[in-house]
């Protein structure tokens, strides 16, 4: 069975960091694009960013760069988020992606294949 766990959410107070994570079982993540979506109550989803297969390419929202980073590591079939300088706006649900037909990145939601569950991120004091 194909799947994405994501983990590492929680409660953080503005300015603070988290680290997010998405392991995939099922299948390997080398061949996959690999996104991270968030969706804010009330709000409709929105891309945050996107790593491409082999991590030479990635993408940001304007929203978080210079903030967050994406990476990989294809070894342990994971990609993470590296969230820093956290503000209430980035509160909301996290989830990532795998898209198996986009070459380089993308952050529109309909090439993306698999999702996960989701983990919650709240930023506030």
């Known amino acids: 069975q194909l799947q994405l766990v994501e983990s590492g959410g929680g409660l953080v107070q503005p300015g603070g960091s988290l680290r997010l994570s998405c392991a995939a079982s099922?299948?390997?993540?080398?061949?996959?694009?690999i996104g991270w979506f968030r969706q804010a109550p009330g709000k409709e989803r929105e891309g945050v960013s996107c790593?491409?297969?082999?991590?030479?390419?990635?993408k940001y929202a304007d929203s978080v760069k210079g903030r967050f980073t994406i990476s990989r590591d294809n070894a342990k079939n994971t990609v993470y988020l590296q969230m820093n300088s956290l503000k209430p706006d980035d509160t909301g649900v996290y989830y990532c992606a795998a898209a198996r037909r986009t070459v380089s990145t993308t952050l529109f939601s309909w090439e993306f294949d698999y999702w996960g569950q989701g983990t919650q991120v709240t930023v506030s004091s």
């Open positions: 099922g299948f390997t993540l080398d061949y996959y694009a």
């Open positions: 790593i491409s297969r082999r991590g030479g390419s990635t």
